[in-house]
């Protein structure tokens, strides 16, 4: 989901960014040294912590840009296109889900757009390591959250391949989330390259075992995130359909059975200043 696609991301802002400095340098003028003399912030410089000290990159004021929606017309439903929206309210069920690589977010201005739910991203385990570590962001996004009265889940990132490390990312996700009440389900992300292949089905699935029973235990609503190619050849046990299903597919169409769709990872909308992953929660 974010882990791979982020490390990209940030090696091809730091390279426009490195391309975009010989551009606009006269010859001789020192880094952070404007044409005037005057100081230059850097891009990667304007941090997270001075945005939410009320900065921010543009102080123009812009209309807020409308929600992305899936397209009906490429949609290809498992179920009927009315499963999309509230059938009472006639609101779209339309999600983002967010790490600390989304940085600073306004949540007030997230929910005023028409955003019905939020994931956010708990914690993850160091690829090559079974050491769990919590999102900076998210006691943040949580509280934000909690505060402006947005239904949220979760999500943890899982480099786990058995039972035995999937213990230890699931004792963490428990102690970690005691003192919060998400509303939706803590989604374990499965997504691991190194585990991608077939003969990792068997791990993969007692790897979910253990980690949504020890959540089940924890009184909190147990799920599994992938990518819809994992759920066809990977994650195929019958155990996985008593959990929330989420699936990750943005061709325009979503070829599993889900109950949270993500439908877009490059979406755009208020609140935010990088894109944002964009899902649909098929109501039941």
């Known amino acids: 989901m974010k882990e791979s696609k982020s490390r990209l991301f940030i090696c091809v802002l730091a390279l426009a960014t490195l391309l975009n400095i010989a551009f ?34 543009d102080d123009s004021s812009t209309d807020s840009e409308p929600l992305l929606y899936p397209s009906r017309d490429n949609y290809e439903p498992i179920a009927s296109f009315d499963e999309w929206y509230d059938a ?21 201005a997230v929910k005023d757009s028409g955003v019905k739910f ?57 102690n970690l989330l005691a003192d919060y009440n998400p509303s939706l389900p803590v989604f374990l992300d499965l997504e691991y390259v190194e585990l991608s292949e077939p003969e990792n089905a068997g791990p993969l699935t007692e790897v979910a075992r253990t980690f949504c029973g020890r959540i089940a235990a924890a009184g909190k609503l147990p799920g599994i995130y ?35 769709w993500q439908y877009d990872d490059d979406g755009d909308m208020p609140g935010f200043d990088w894109p944002v992953d964009l899902n649909v929660w098929f109501a039941k």
């Open 24 to 57: 606009v340098m006269a010859p001789g003028t020192a880094l952070g040294e404007g044409d005037d003399g005057s100081e230059e912030i850097a891009y990667e410089d304007v941090s997270s912590d001075a945005l939410e000290e009320g900065e921010s990159e």
């Open 88 to 108: 009472e309210t006639g609101e779209w069920l339309i999600g983002v889900d967010v790490s600390e690589w989304n940085g600073w977010i306004d949540w007030e």
């Open 118 to 174: 939020a994931i956010l991203r708990c914690g993850g385990t160091y690829e090559g390591s079974s050491t769990p570590y919590t999102d900076e962001k998210f006691e943040h996004n949580a509280r934000e959250c909690e505060r402006v009265g947005l239904p949220y889940g979760v999500y943890f990132y899982s480099t786990a391949y058995d039972a035995w490390s999937a213990a230890i990312e699931a004792e963490y996700v428990a």
């Open 226 to 260: 992938s990518s819809a190619s994992w759920w066809e050849y990977l994650l195929t046990d019958p155990c996985f359909d008593q959990w929330a299903k989420w699936v990750a597919q943005y061709d325009g169409h979503c070829d599993v059975e889900c109950d949270c």
